[in-house]
T-cell receptor, first 115, second 113 residues
Framework: SQQGEEDPQALSIQEGENATMNCSYK?????LQWYRQNSGRGLVHLIL?????REKHSGRLRVTLDTSKKSSSLLITASRAADTASYFC???????????????FGRGTSLIVHP | ETGVTQTPRHLVMGMTNKKSLKCEQH?????MYWYKQSAKKPLELMFV???????ENNSVPSRFSPECPNSSHLFLHLHTLQPEDSALYLC????????????FGSGTRLTVV
């Protein structure tokens, strides 16, 4: 069954503003990851946060994880037109009998940053 | 380039054709994945190969057949596809425990006519 669900589905902001995207999930996870996808291309890994972590930073990105609420947020500060893309969260759970770790993606948030 | 190479980038095929998608990585990863991405839908995991284990999504039709001859190469064999199979097919690789993220290829845009 689908794990991560991003919210909002679409977000339109002006350059310089902050963009916040949320991800909710249903079951316990091993870690949660955020990805970016430019139109028609592959996904690019942005940041990974483990289930025992609450916050991580990478450049202009800030990710939080609240395991009690089963939710995560991605904040992009001081957005740029080049940040225009779709953003996906992926929840990773361990497979049965300690097997493969399976990432499950949501539908994504489409972010448009106007110059 | 991400280190995961998919070929071809674009493919148009008739419903009676047989074709194969190829994915290659030389990142030292030991797990490889096929995903299907259709408009307005979540990425759909199709198959996982991890060491000698294969995991498959039971909802994937048998007209899709994966092959993983070694840890660096992954194929998706296609036969008698339907128009609704038109989508972006993405390959990804990772270390088995997924603890360092997944590296995606640029995808193959498949159109079934």
């Amino acid at each position: 069954s689908q794990q991560g669900e991003e919210d909002p589905q679409a977000l339109s902001i002006q350059e310089g503003e902050n963009a916040t995207m949320n991800c909710s999930y249903k079951t316990s996870i091993n870690n949660l990851q955020w990805y970016r996808q430019n139109s028609g291309r592959g996904l690019v890994h942005l940041i990974l946060i483990r289930s025992n972590e609450r916050e991580k930073h990478s450049g202009r990105l800030r990710v939080t994880l609240d395991t009690s609420k089963k939710s995560s947020s991605l904040l992009i500060t001081a957005s740029r037109a080049a940040d225009t893309a779709s953003y996906f969260c992926a929840t990773v759970v361990s497979g049965r009998s300690g097997g493969s770790y399976i990432p499950t993606f949501g539908r994504g948030t489409s972010l448009i940053v106007h110059p | 380039e991400t280190g995961v190479t998919q070929t071809p980038r674009h493919l148009v095929m008739g419903m009676t054709n047989k074709k194969s998608l190829k994915c290659e990585q030389h990142l030292g990863h030991n797990a490889m994945y096929w995903y299907k991405q259709s408009a307005k839908k979540p990425l759909e995991l199709m198959f996982v190969y991890s060491l000698e284990e294969r995991v498959e999504n039971n909802s994937v039709p048998s007209r899709f057949s994966p092959e993983c001859p070694n840890s660096s190469h992954l194929f998706l064999h296609l036969h008698t596809l339907q128009p609704e199979d038109s989508a972006l097919y993405l390959c990804a690789s990772s270390l088995r425990d997924g603890d360092y993220g997944y590296t995606f290829g640029s995808g193959t845009r498949l159109t079934v006519v």
